[in-house]
């Protein structure tokens, strides 16, 4: 009677070792057909990245061409201000940038590798300590000036 309660035990055993086995099957299916999602994600993506982009620092003046379309005409509008914040990588990449217009701050988030931003040009390299210049929210007039950095090229 022993043997039989032993045996019963050892065949439940196997038969959840063999559940257990055919779970760890099925993920590594599961995982294989995500990688190749994975990589075909990543493959469109790479055909949407913009190679032309400058190297752009928190604290610099930069003007970004924005695609605007009124009616059937596009034309491109410029936004010069400063970078405040830079967030993401790759394709997700994005900065924000502030100008004061008509003594009102206005801040703008760009999707760096949009296809509605045509171009963004460097024009000044800001003197900057910290990731994220929020502070220059609270300030107003020439208080909001950042330092020039030469020490980067253009």
Known sequence: M?????????????SRLKRYLQAIIEDCEFLTRTMNAYEIIRSIEAEQM??????IYVGDTVKVGVIIQE??????????GVVIA????????????RKTFQGV???RVF????PRIESVKVLR?????????Y???NRVGKATRLKQRFDRAL
């Open 111 to 114: 999707l760096l590798h949009s």
């Open 86 to 97: 830079k967030r993401g990588s790759g394709i997700n990449q994005n900065i924000t940038v």
């Open 125 to 133: 390299r800001g003197k900057a300590r910290r990731a994220k210049l």
């Open 105 to 107: 701050g206005v801040e």
């Open 50 to 55: 913009k190679s032309n982009l400058p190297v």
């Open 2 to 14: 022993l043997q039989g309660g032993i045996r019963r035990q050892v065949v439940g055993q196997t």
């Open 135 to 137: 502070y220059l929210r």
């Open 71 to 80: 009616g059937n005409k596009e034309r491109t509008q410029p936004y010069e």
